[in-house]
T-cell receptor, first 114, second 111 residues
Protein backbone atom coordinates (compact mmCIF):
# COMPACT_ATOMS: atom_id res chain seq x y z
CA UNK A 1 0.00 0.00 0.00
CA UNK A 2 1.44 3.34 -1.02
CA UNK A 3 2.14 5.73 1.78
CA UNK A 4 3.05 9.19 2.91
CA UNK A 5 4.68 8.87 6.30
CA UNK A 6 5.13 11.71 8.75
CA UNK A 7 7.78 11.08 11.35
CA UNK A 8 5.81 12.05 14.44
CA UNK A 9 2.12 11.93 15.29
CA UNK A 10 2.43 14.27 18.27
CA UNK A 11 5.19 16.70 19.10
CA UNK A 12 5.69 19.19 21.93
CA UNK A 13 8.37 21.85 21.56
CA UNK A 14 9.40 24.96 23.44
CA UNK A 15 9.19 28.49 22.12
CA UNK A 16 12.35 29.40 20.23
CA UNK A 17 13.35 25.84 19.41
CA UNK A 18 14.23 24.84 15.87
CA UNK A 19 11.75 22.17 14.80
CA UNK A 20 12.01 19.69 11.95
CA UNK A 21 8.93 17.92 10.59
CA UNK A 22 9.80 15.08 8.26
CA UNK A 23 7.73 13.57 5.48
CA UNK A 24 8.62 10.57 3.33
CA UNK A 25 6.68 9.10 0.40
CA UNK A 26 7.28 5.80 -1.33
CA UNK A 27 5.35 6.46 -4.55
CA UNK A 28 8.09 8.19 -6.57
CA UNK A 29 5.93 11.33 -6.67
CA UNK A 30 7.49 14.50 -7.99
CA UNK A 31 5.27 16.94 -6.08
CA UNK A 32 5.22 17.30 -2.31
CA UNK A 33 3.30 19.74 -0.14
CA UNK A 34 3.06 20.97 3.44
CA UNK A 35 -0.23 22.23 4.87
CA UNK A 36 -1.30 23.33 8.29
CA UNK A 37 -4.83 22.92 9.59
CA UNK A 38 -6.46 25.05 12.26
CA UNK A 39 -10.05 25.08 13.52
CA UNK A 40 -12.19 27.45 11.49
CA UNK A 41 -9.40 28.12 8.98
CA UNK A 42 -9.24 24.80 7.16
CA UNK A 43 -6.12 23.56 5.39
CA UNK A 44 -3.66 26.22 4.29
CA UNK A 45 -0.69 25.62 2.02
CA UNK A 46 2.69 26.53 3.53
CA UNK A 47 5.24 25.36 0.95
CA UNK A 48 5.43 22.94 -1.93
CA UNK A 49 8.05 21.38 -4.15
CA UNK A 50 7.85 20.11 -7.72
CA UNK A 51 11.24 18.43 -7.77
CA UNK A 52 14.39 17.80 -5.80
CA UNK A 53 15.97 21.02 -4.53
CA UNK A 54 13.00 23.04 -5.79
CA UNK A 55 10.61 24.87 -3.49
CA UNK A 56 7.79 27.33 -3.86
CA UNK A 57 5.99 29.44 -1.27
CA UNK A 58 2.39 28.66 -0.58
CA UNK A 59 -0.15 30.93 1.03
CA UNK A 60 1.39 31.19 4.52
CA UNK A 61 5.19 30.64 4.31
CA UNK A 62 6.20 33.14 7.00
CA UNK A 63 8.11 31.51 9.85
CA UNK A 64 8.76 28.33 7.89
CA UNK A 65 11.33 26.94 5.49
CA UNK A 66 11.62 23.63 3.66
CA UNK A 67 14.22 21.25 2.35
CA UNK A 68 13.97 18.71 -0.48
CA UNK A 69 17.35 17.02 -0.91
CA UNK A 70 15.90 13.70 -2.05
CA UNK A 71 12.82 13.00 -4.12
CA UNK A 72 11.12 10.96 -1.43
CA UNK A 73 11.69 13.33 1.49
CA UNK A 74 10.29 16.80 2.16
CA UNK A 75 11.13 18.51 5.44
CA UNK A 76 9.35 21.45 7.03
CA UNK A 77 11.50 23.59 9.31
CA UNK A 78 10.33 26.02 11.96
CA UNK A 79 13.42 28.14 12.49
CA UNK A 80 12.28 29.49 15.86
CA UNK A 81 9.03 27.94 17.01
CA UNK A 82 6.33 30.21 18.35
CA UNK A 83 3.04 29.47 20.08
CA UNK A 84 1.06 30.59 17.02
CA UNK A 85 2.61 27.70 15.12
CA UNK A 86 0.75 25.23 17.31
CA UNK A 87 -1.27 23.34 14.71
CA UNK A 88 -1.86 20.10 12.82
CA UNK A 89 0.67 19.78 10.00
CA UNK A 90 -0.16 17.65 6.98
CA UNK A 91 2.18 16.48 4.26
CA UNK A 92 0.97 15.37 0.82
CA UNK A 93 2.42 14.17 -2.45
CA UNK A 94 1.22 13.82 -6.02
CA UNK A 95 2.44 12.87 -9.46
CA UNK A 96 3.54 15.59 -11.80
CA UNK A 97 1.70 16.03 -15.04
CA UNK A 98 -1.57 17.65 -14.42
CA UNK A 99 -4.70 17.46 -12.39
CA UNK A 100 -5.50 13.91 -13.41
CA UNK A 101 -3.75 12.60 -10.34
CA UNK A 102 -4.91 12.78 -6.75
CA UNK A 103 -2.97 13.83 -3.71
CA UNK A 104 -2.00 11.31 -1.04
CA UNK A 105 -1.85 12.72 2.47
CA UNK A 106 0.00 11.61 5.55
CA UNK A 107 -1.74 11.14 8.90
CA UNK A 108 -0.54 14.48 10.22
CA UNK A 109 1.70 15.77 13.01
CA UNK A 110 0.01 17.62 15.83
CA UNK A 111 2.57 20.15 17.03
CA UNK A 112 2.20 22.01 20.30
CA UNK A 113 4.57 24.88 21.05
CA UNK A 114 4.70 25.84 24.71
CA UNK B 1 -8.65 27.86 -9.76
CA UNK B 2 -12.38 28.40 -9.43
CA UNK B 3 -13.95 28.94 -6.03
CA UNK B 4 -16.35 26.26 -4.80
CA UNK B 5 -19.30 26.62 -2.45
CA UNK B 6 -20.63 23.85 -0.21
CA UNK B 7 -23.20 23.72 2.58
CA UNK B 8 -21.47 23.73 5.98
CA UNK B 9 -23.23 20.64 7.28
CA UNK B 10 -25.58 17.81 6.34
CA UNK B 11 -27.14 14.84 8.09
CA UNK B 12 -27.90 11.44 6.62
CA UNK B 13 -29.48 8.27 7.98
CA UNK B 14 -27.33 5.17 7.88
CA UNK B 15 -28.06 3.03 4.83
CA UNK B 16 -29.49 5.91 2.85
CA UNK B 17 -27.79 7.74 0.01
CA UNK B 18 -25.86 10.86 0.96
CA UNK B 19 -25.95 13.53 -1.75
CA UNK B 20 -23.43 16.29 -1.19
CA UNK B 21 -23.76 19.34 -3.47
CA UNK B 22 -21.07 21.69 -4.68
CA UNK B 23 -21.35 24.89 -6.70
CA UNK B 24 -18.46 25.91 -8.96
CA UNK B 25 -20.09 28.45 -11.23
CA UNK B 26 -16.80 30.03 -12.35
CA UNK B 27 -15.10 26.78 -13.29
CA UNK B 28 -13.08 26.92 -16.50
CA UNK B 29 -12.83 24.31 -19.21
CA UNK B 30 -9.57 22.78 -18.04
CA UNK B 31 -10.49 22.48 -14.38
CA UNK B 32 -11.36 19.15 -12.88
CA UNK B 33 -13.69 18.70 -9.91
CA UNK B 34 -12.07 16.77 -7.07
CA UNK B 35 -13.64 15.39 -3.91
CA UNK B 36 -11.72 14.59 -0.74
CA UNK B 37 -12.88 13.73 2.72
CA UNK B 38 -11.28 14.06 6.12
CA UNK B 39 -12.23 11.86 9.00
CA UNK B 40 -11.49 13.41 12.37
CA UNK B 41 -7.76 13.60 13.21
CA UNK B 42 -6.67 11.99 9.93
CA UNK B 43 -5.26 13.38 6.71
CA UNK B 44 -7.64 14.06 3.80
CA UNK B 45 -8.47 11.08 1.61
CA UNK B 46 -9.03 11.23 -2.14
CA UNK B 47 -12.52 10.05 -3.19
CA UNK B 48 -13.13 10.78 -6.86
CA UNK B 49 -12.62 13.37 -9.58
CA UNK B 50 -14.11 14.26 -12.97
CA UNK B 51 -14.01 16.76 -15.80
CA UNK B 52 -17.42 16.66 -17.47
CA UNK B 53 -18.65 13.09 -17.52
CA UNK B 54 -20.22 11.37 -14.55
CA UNK B 55 -17.81 9.12 -12.71
CA UNK B 56 -18.19 6.15 -10.39
CA UNK B 57 -15.73 4.18 -8.33
CA UNK B 58 -15.89 1.85 -5.37
CA UNK B 59 -16.35 4.73 -2.95
CA UNK B 60 -18.79 7.09 -4.62
CA UNK B 61 -20.38 8.56 -7.72
CA UNK B 62 -19.83 12.03 -9.07
CA UNK B 63 -22.54 13.74 -11.08
CA UNK B 64 -21.49 16.90 -12.94
CA UNK B 65 -24.13 19.10 -14.55
CA UNK B 66 -23.95 19.66 -18.26
CA UNK B 67 -22.92 23.30 -17.83
CA UNK B 68 -20.32 22.17 -15.25
CA UNK B 69 -21.40 24.83 -12.79
CA UNK B 70 -22.27 22.35 -10.08
CA UNK B 71 -21.76 18.76 -9.06
CA UNK B 72 -23.02 16.21 -6.55
CA UNK B 73 -21.07 13.56 -4.70
CA UNK B 74 -23.20 10.52 -3.96
CA UNK B 75 -22.39 7.97 -1.29
CA UNK B 76 -24.96 5.32 -2.22
CA UNK B 77 -25.31 3.60 1.17
CA UNK B 78 -23.88 5.80 3.87
CA UNK B 79 -22.44 4.20 6.99
CA UNK B 80 -21.38 5.67 10.31
CA UNK B 81 -17.77 5.52 9.09
CA UNK B 82 -18.63 7.99 6.33
CA UNK B 83 -19.03 10.73 8.94
CA UNK B 84 -16.39 13.24 7.87
CA UNK B 85 -15.76 16.65 6.34
CA UNK B 86 -16.13 16.48 2.56
CA UNK B 87 -14.21 18.92 0.37
CA UNK B 88 -15.07 19.82 -3.21
CA UNK B 89 -12.13 21.39 -5.06
CA UNK B 90 -11.66 22.59 -8.60
CA UNK B 91 -8.19 22.19 -10.01
CA UNK B 92 -6.67 23.14 -13.33
CA UNK B 93 -4.54 20.83 -15.42
CA UNK B 94 -0.83 21.50 -15.71
CA UNK B 95 2.21 20.87 -13.59
CA UNK B 96 1.34 23.40 -10.90
CA UNK B 97 -1.51 21.49 -9.38
CA UNK B 98 -1.94 22.90 -5.89
CA UNK B 99 -5.01 21.83 -4.00
CA UNK B 100 -6.75 24.73 -2.26
CA UNK B 101 -9.20 23.58 0.38
CA UNK B 102 -12.34 25.43 1.38
CA UNK B 103 -14.24 24.73 4.59
CA UNK B 104 -16.13 21.72 3.19
CA UNK B 105 -19.34 20.01 4.31
CA UNK B 106 -19.49 18.22 7.66
CA UNK B 107 -21.53 15.08 6.96
CA UNK B 108 -22.96 13.34 9.98
CA UNK B 109 -24.33 9.85 9.39
CA UNK B 110 -26.69 8.75 12.13
CA UNK B 111 -28.54 5.57 13.06
Amino acid sequence: DVKVTQSSRYLVKRTGEKVFLECVQDMDHENMFWYRQDPGLGLRLIYFSYDVKMKEKGDIPEGYSVSREKKERFSLILESASTNQTSMYLCASSLKGGANYGYTFGSGTRLTVV
Amino acid sequence: DAKTTQPPSMDCAEGRAANLPCNHSTISGNEYVYWYRQIHSQGPQYIIHGLKNNETNEMASLIITEDRKSSTLILPHATLRDTAVYYCISLATGGGNKLTFGTGTQLKVEL
